[in-house]
């Protein structure tokens, strides 16, 4: 069995393979030196890798590999708007294989904030227009990353229904396959913007990353600007359970992939200063689904740490003894392979990391 740790920089894209133990770890790369690598994603139907990758010059495109990583297949173009829209695509922020029952699908997202979708693997991409024309469009602002859509969670009990996560709007279902979307935001604060809504609104909170449990698809958890939630019906409600932890402000969230009560954060100090409480890195783990939360240090830097995770940089494996992966923006990796009891940071000092997923395979 092997461990597949993939890691985006924002000077390439880096692949690290190890064993079931993670105790030892081969590096390969860059591929697309010198270029933005935002989140890699790894499809389970067809053993495809792919890349969302941008270029100074030529913009950003979502590259695709079948084997590992190794080559990568040059994509004609990229995902594009349409040209009566008047809006031009900055960034692809995200990239999601769907489940086996839709093969060619891959969904990505994009800034401004907007979901694309391909049913060739990438080949080609088409803009899911019913989000782009939803009502409360014009009313989204940017944050300070952008006006992205940067998380897409699939419901894996039905192909219609998934949620993305946008800064800052908020959270938006459809039931429908993207044909009809609704804010799903009930119980999130808002408590950033000048003109002050009301603390609970419908739409205009900036959320962060959004997880859902393999094992337990309504159990979701969310890392928000203000807080972290649970949610306990699959996205509809959200529960806050920041109490316990020492902010309110993080990217870095996960869950594990056959306890849907044990999950991980990466607070940080606030929305203005991007760097960990006392310049120490500090994990946090919930073994309650956020009723209670503890703090894992050892092995992990407790002095002089200016550094972020940012909210694609923390993964979990799918082994049973889950592996915790945090790539920081400093470059340094750190893995723990017993599910945060201690971390070991890798030998190789990577640029900037912008996101780490991995695979088993």
Known sequence: MTVAVFVGTRKGGFVLEGSDDRSQWTVRGPAHEGQNVMPMAFDDRTGMLFAAVGDAWFGSRIYRSSDLGRTWDEPEHGPTFPAASGRSLEKVWHVKPVPPD??????GGVEPAALVKSNDNGDSWQLVEALEEHPTRELWVPGAGGMCLHAIVLDPRDTQRMLVGISTAGVFETTDGGAS???????????FTPNQPPEYAEYGQCVHKVVVSPTQPTRMY??????????????VTWHEITEGLPSDFGFGIG????????????PSISGYKHWMLGAKVVVYRTRDAGEHWEALTRGLPQEGAYLNVLRDAMAVDALPQAGVYIGANTGQLFWSADEGDSWQQAASLFPPINSVTTAVL
């Open 222 to 235: 969310q890392q928000n600007h203000c807080g972290v939630y649970r949610s306990d019906d699959a996205g």
């Open 181 to 191: 979307w609704r804010p799903t935001n009930e119980g999130v604060r808002v408590n």
């Open 102 to 107: 839709e093969p060619g699908v891959v969904y």
């Open 255 to 266: 869950v594990h992939a056959h306890d849907d009560r044990t999950a991980w954060v990466c």
